[in-house]
């Protein structure tokens, strides 16, 4: 098969174009476990155990794949030849994640033993500076498995009711009855876990009741409430709060005296005076039906920073909170007091969010938070990049459902008693990951001929890594090529196994210009299943391509 490339009116290039076709590596794999050209049933039961480690495989999931390839057209009775088992090991049947989707983690533990799915000005639909505020990236943000959805709140022009906006922008704004219908009727429909909503409000005590009977209306019975003291010494367990909605922000009187020490003045004497008539305000405004009946609403509730960097980790035994800092401060604190922030986070909550000066929506690096246990690493959904990438990769573990167990080395001390500590020299290789990136197929049914070059087909090459622990590694380009073939084998030793996402990403090569992307994966190394797998590629906004994908070997060796 030729394909044509015209080059000018009376020019044209033609290129002789290969078919997708099994390596020298799978040829031999089929010759060991077929007899006369033809694998039998029980011959793909052997191969399946053996090579792709599918203890639990019987007659019925080899029957199962027989059946698949039967519905596509590709089977013979008498067994598979070549090209079907190819095929098969190309199918969405032989993904590298688990097949089922299901929860199989502990979901029975403190909220604080989870990595949650969160959002950032879930709101938002561009840029922090003048995007538009809207319902749709709520929606999109729940039906993708976001756990935690944030909402700014501020008085609206009149001072008569409250809306949702990123104040101090040009962002437009958003009803808020709009954006609780949306986190109601969205919240359950592909996980059954508890959606936190993280409500920042900049709101007077007048409207704090507003929006606290907004709220109890709007969600009924599915709001958790704290009713006793039960949950103040640790968080109940997700699995004890399923299909409810709890809110997470400061009661009032810690909200007045956030603002307060957020303000200009260095003075401490003017602080305390501050937050003294911020406390009279209150009271002169009628606690029992305003600050009580807001802070009964809240079931996570955030803490100040007070004691500035220097003493924010000291906790309290006798009360669980929800501390948020920025990247920056997280940066800081991981540098000299790593194992403080991991023992913070064994019984609180940690979340993180971007710094300011990301007025683009772009994302930090989410291992940085969850390495020191940070439970809650609030991105910018709205945006792409590799670091949205890592995080849709961490969240596809545990069937997808927004939760992810933190692993025993963040939740537990050493049998001296001490915490784990993430920036230890000493930290020793505990497994070693091997990757053999054998090919790739689909892009020429999912992308135009010249989408990549004008007058030449593709120059693919394939680059992998491991963000937490290891540099990365490319594979030759294969020049001019839609079904690369690169056989090219990697080794990645692990230190912090439990953590750690592989990640890959395939780009055509441009000598004179940036180099075009063609398709990612990041997918979490605790979910890999060994054996040679088909990984289906996803384009820059995580959305996975029809046909664009990798045919990959993995295999997990204990050092």
């Not at 009713?227 to 103040?232: G, L, Y």
């Not at 689909?442 to 937490?468: E, K, T």
């Not at 690169?486 to 940036?514: C, G, H, M």
Request: charged fraction near 25%; include cysteine.
């Amino acid at each position: 098969m030729k394909v044509t490339f015209k080059v000018c009116f009376c020019c044209a290039r033609s290129f002789k174009v290969k078919s997708s076709e099994p390596p020298q590596e799978i040829k031999t794999l089929f010759d060991n476990y077929s007899e006369n050209g033809r694998m039998s049933e029980d011959e793909m039961l052997r191969f399946v155990i053996q090579v792709q480690g599918e203890t639990h495989a019987d007659s019925n999931y080899v029957k199962d794949i027989f059946n698949m390839l039967k519905h596509h057209g590709v089977f013979h009775p008498r067994g598979l030849h070549l090209e079907e088992f190819y095929r098969y090991l190309l199918s969405d049947f032989n993904s590298p994640l688990p097949l089922s989707g299901e929860v199989w983690q502990d979901m029975t533990q403190p909220l604080s033993h989870y990595f949650l799915y969160t959002g950032h000005n879930s709101y938002l639909t561009g840029n922090q500076l003048n995007s538009r505020s809207s319902t749709e990236p709520i929606v999109k943000a729940l039906r993708s498995g976001v756990r935690v959805i944030e909402l700014d709140l501020w008085p609206n022009s009149s001072g008569t009711e409250a809306e949702v906006r990123h104040g101090g922008t040009l962002t437009s704004t958003e009803d808020l009855q709009k954006c609780l219908n949306a986190v109601k009727e969205n919240a359950f429909l592909v996980s059954e876990y508890p959606v936190v909503l993280t409500l920042e409000d900049h709101l007077p005590p007048d409207l704090q009741k507003k929006v606290a009977k907004m709220v109890s209306k709007t969600f009924g019975e599915t709001l958790f409430r704290c009713t006793t003291n039960e949950h103040t010494e640790c968080f109940p367990s997700p699995e004890a709060l399923k299909n409810k909605i709890l809110i997470s922000t400061k009661p009032p009187k810690e909200y007045l005296q956030t603002q307060v020490s957020l303000g200009s003045t260095t003075d401490e004497s003017v602080k305390a005076k501050k937050v003294k008539e911020a406390e009279e305000l209150i009271q002169d405004e009628d606690e029992e039906t305003v600050a009580i009946e807001y802070r009964d609403l809240i079931s996570i509730h955030a803490g100040n920073r007070k004691g500035g960097m220097k003493n924010c980790l000291n906790g309290d035994p006798n009360r669980v909170i929800r501390l948020s800092m920025s990247e920056q401060w997280l940066e800081t604190l991981a540098k000299t007091r790593g194992p403080d922030l991991v023992k913070f986070t064994q019984r609180n909550i940690l979340r993180i969010f971007p710094k300011t000066a990301r007025i683009d929506s772009s994302n930090y690096d989410p291992l940085v938070g969850w390495i020191h246990g940070a439970q809650m690493v609030a991105f910018n959904m709205q945006s792409h990049g590799r670091f949205l990438w890592m995080m849709q990769g961490m969240f596809k573990a545990n069937g997808g459902c927004g939760y992810v167990k933190k692993p025993d080395v963040l939740l537990s001390n050493g049998p001296g008693g001490e915490t784990f500590d993430p920036s230890s020299k000493t930290l020793q290789i505990k497994t070693v990951l091997k990757i053999k990136i054998y090919n790739g197929e689909g892009w020429n049914m999912d992308f135009s001929q010249d989408h990549f070059d004008r007058y030449s087909p593709p120059d693919f090459y394939a680059r992998a890594r491991i963000p937490l622990d290891t540099t990365s590694h490319k594979t030759e380009t294969d020049t001019d090529e839609w079904f690369p073939v690169w056989d090219k084998e990697f080794e990645f030793p692990l230190r912090v196994p439990e953590l750690a996402l592989l990640y890959i990403i395939v780009k055509d090569y441009d000598s004179n210009t940036q180099n075009d992307f063609a398709g990612q994966i990041c997918l979490p190394l605790s979910e890999i299943r060994p054996g040679i797998r088909a990984v289906r590629l996803h384009d820059r906004a995580g959305e996975v391509y029809k046909h664009a994908r990798l045919l990959v070997r993995f295999v997990l060796e204990p050092r």
